[in-house]
């Protein structure tokens, strides 16, 4: 089992860049694939980003590629993700999941697939 704690959330400007972090306590981090999601007001939580238990393989939301970058450091037990030129739309709750088991190349993009999930981190963007 993995407890999920996310952290670096907070009110920026249109155009600002914001790091979010998802530390993970328990065992074996390096075995799970992780994604974040995010779920603004009124509307579905949806997947922004996924990796691969490694690292190697990654996948982003149509929305954010280009700006935002997940990451991942097995060593530390976290995961991260990597804001760039935030946008009003970018307002969310934003949560981290994580899935085990897992291939060790792949990562998950349907919610479903997740078994474990942290508490979410607000990111609020200005225009």
């Known amino acids: 089992q993995v407890q999920l704690v996310e952290s670096g959330g907070g009110l920026v400007q249109a155009g600002d860049s914001l790091r979010l972090s998802c530390a993970a306590s328990?065992?074996?981090?390096?075995?799970?694939?992780m994604g974040w999601f995010r779920q603004a007001a009124g509307k579905e939580r949806e997947l922004v980003a996924a990796?691969?238990?490694?690292?190697?393989?990654?996948f982003y939301a149509d929305s954010v590629k280009g700006r935002f970058t997940i990451a991942r450091e097995n060593a530390k037990n976290t995961m991260y993700l990597q804001m760039n030129n935030l946008n009003p739309d970018d307002t969310a709750v934003y949560s981290c999941?994580?899935?085990?088991?897992?291939?060790?190349?792949?990562?998950?993009?349907?919610?479903?697939?997740?078994?474990?999930w942290g508490q979410g981190t607000q990111v609020t963007v200005s225009s």
């Open positions: 990796i691969s238990t490694s690292g190697g393989n990654t």
């Open positions: 999941a994580a899935k085990s088991p897992s291939s060790s190349s792949g990562y998950y993009v349907r919610q479903d697939s997740y078994n474990y």
């Open positions: 328990g065992r074996s981090f390096s075995n799970y694939a």
